[in-house]
């Protein structure tokens, strides 16, 4: 049934969610999606469409259960709520709003927010996460900005959020761009619109098997000498030093791979590292890329195998692909 003045809160777990149970001896999935609306006044719940999708820790969610989820906020959005609330772990709150923010080719907005403490600790940040995250869904000037992170009186694009730092209250960040908009009291202020990633509007099934490894000094060759002989990899994003060099050890394997047609990205390890080619040694960037290795550009690696991920799964090859890979 049509629900155009509904807000959906949907809940998918994590320490927003959370409670200390003598049993577990430490803090454990225990509030359903009803107890955590709870805490809104009655008029705001009386606005919700809830949806009690999940208890789990982030760190239990895959690329496939992700998918899922967004495959129910689409039914939502198709059932006419104007806009959505997602709360969920932090651990990889941001990779699942990105992976979201590929595959949302709405204008309602989406809002993954959660908790660094636990609703039922001194100093808690879940209600004033739940609450800004829900006055912003509803502020017209979120609508077309696709999906967002709110934290802190704080909004990030997904294109652009990351952890930096897991233990505070404001864990999240957009290193060299800062937030999109803020909450101040109850207005929602925005401060710039940030560019959105091509978002797919079909339902596309990202591949599973992409794998992500991280040059360190010495390091990974085993690592690689093993997904080189792997039968089920679909694709590989490569961490390198600096600007996207790797160990020469690296080289065989990587060859390897790319004969057996897996598709290979190479990306920077750094937080604001970028691909470049100017250096021509073994290993260097600009070797691989004239191997065939694909260019990751400015993203992140987790990013460019979300990114990956989602092409390969519509079908990208070529040019396509490699233009999909290094757009901003």
Known sequence: MPQRDKIALVVAGGS??????EHQEG?????NAEEIARWLPEKTREELEIVDWSHQPSTHFSIRMTTDLVEVMKKLVVDGVRGIVVTCGTDVLDEMAY??????????PVIFTGAVRSSDQIGSDAVVNLHQSLLAVRAES????GVLVCFQDQLFAASEVSEEIPHRRDPFASPGRGPIGEIRQDQVVVLRRPKRPTSFGNTVTPAREVELVTATLGGGERLLSALAQCTALDGLVLAGFGLGNVPPSWLPHIKTILKNDVAIVITSRCSQGTVDSRHNFEGSARR????????GGEHRPPQARLRLAVALGAGLKGDDLRNYLLES
């Open 288 to 295: 691989l890329l004239e191997f065939g290795v694909l260019n």
């Open 27 to 31: 803090h454990a999935p225990g509030l």
């Open 142 to 145: 979120a609508w077309g900005m």
């Open 99 to 108: 992976l979201t923010d590929l595959l949302w080719a709405y204008p309602q």
């Open 16 to 21: 927003i969610g959370m409670a200390f149970s």
